[in-house]
């Protein structure tokens, strides 16, 4: 047995920490909030968890390939979808309109490619412009704005509903990089206008920026990690850490003194030693680090450090049963994780919770809100 348990009041708790600090004060209108729901929704579960945002009133998600555009569709999920990522394949185009997905586009391709398959098709296909504000990836270069005014104005059948760009690290204690990236924005959006497109919603912050940059927050906010409670910024907003992998013990012995312990013969008991073994390992997504999500230099460099040191030695990887912590023997498996339990009363079918990045946990484990 093994499911990923979410506590939903937890849940429901960050979602109005978030709404609140959304809210705008004097009556104006607060941006709109889309929530992110790739990578399984952080690995909360992509359908469980948008019907639970769309139940406390999110009316906008946002999703990174067409696959999960169409798991949405396909549960009945009606609110509308934005494809942040953009594609000019074909086929894609033609699965995104079909299901009233709002399309990307961050090139003349794409653009051209979605307003071939709107004019066959005779009607009006909503799109949001990605601009690439210096990330490198999807989006129109901010530096040739009368290259994007072009490549609108050559297609009959679209409707910019919206432009935006992304941010590489509006995490770091260092603003300057971030407000470099929005100026650019604004820079384009303005370049735009003075050509009369109509730019639609506009929208650049994530996560991060959300709570860093309340000026940044324009027409829309992308917030995605902060509602698993898991950011990269200090969490001095009430957040809460949400998502628990809780399995049970599969079974119980006594290995003498001297034994080894896993793959690679990097442990051995030191003296006799009580185990319980538990019928998870890194193929469910359980990786050895215990560290928070971070992606400091310094932190990259403890990850590494961790992980030579743990090629040498052990894991230094802890789980709980019976609200005690149990530290891991050996390496973990691709199905199996030894604990030391010593005399504890400690039996098979004791439940097991693993506080690992959920992320990461395989998809095909049941999420269970509790
Ligand atoms: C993932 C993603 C987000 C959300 O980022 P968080 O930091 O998790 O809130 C927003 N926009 C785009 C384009 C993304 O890919």
């Known amino acids: ?61 946002a999703v990174s390939t067409v696959e999960e555009a169409l798991e949405l569709r396909q549960n009945d999920i009606k609110c509308k979808i934005l494809m942040l990522s953009s594609t000019g394949v074909e086929e894609d185009v033609k699965n995104l309109i079909d299901n009233n997905i709002i399309l990307t586009a961050g090139s003349k391709e794409v653009l051209e490619a979605i307003d071939k398959e709107a004019k066959e098709r005779n009607e009006k296909v909503k799109v949001h412009l990605k601009i690439d504000t ?47 990236q929005y100026e650019r924005f604004l820079n384009v959006v303005e370049n735009l206008q003075l050509n009369k497109i109509n730019t639609g919603l506009l929208h650049i912050c994530n996560s991060s920026a959300f709570f860093k940059y309340p000026y940044m927050r324009l027409n829309a906010v992308r917030v995605g990690s902060a509602f698993s409670g898991r950011i990269l910024i200090p969490n001095i907003y009430g957040l809460k850490k949400i998502g628990i992998l809780k399995t049970s013990v599969s079974e119980i012995k006594i290995l003498p003194k001297n034994f080894n ?110």
């Open 261 to 370: 312990i896993g793959y690679s013969n990097t442990y051995k008991t030191k003296k006799e030693t009580r185990v319980a073994i538990l019928p998870v390992g890194y193929q469910d997504g359980i990786i050895m680090t215990t560290k928070n999500d971070c992606f400091r230099l310094v932190d990259h460099i403890r990850y590494i450090y961790n992980d030579v040191k743990n090629i040498i030695k052990d894991n230094n990887f802890y789980v709980k049963i019976n609200n005690k912590r149990y530290k891991a023997l050996g390496k973990i498996g691709m199905y199996n994780i030894v604990v030391d339990v010593g005399n504890d009363n400690i039996n098979i079918g004791d439940e097991v919770f693993i506080d690992t990045k959920i992320l990461y946990i395989d998809s095909k484990i049941r999420r269970e809100y509790i």
């Open 1 to 61: 047995m093994k499911v990923l348990e979410i506590n939903k009041e937890e849940l429901i708790h960050n979602i109005n920490i978030i709404k609140k600090i959304n809210k705008v004060e004097d009556g104006l209108k607060s941006p709109e909030i889309i929530a992110v729901v790739k990578g399984n929704a952080y690995g909360l579960g992509l359908v469980e968890f948008s019907k639970i945002l769309i139940e406390q009133g999110i009316e906008f998600l």
């Open 134 to 180: 210096g990330f490198g990836r999807y989006g129109f270069i901010y530096s040739e704005p009368l290259k994007i005014v072009e490549a609108i104005n050559q297609t009959e059948n679209i409707e910019i509903a919206g432009t935006f760009s992304h941010f590489s690290e509006s995490y770091s204690k260092d603003s300057k990089w971030t407000s470099t």
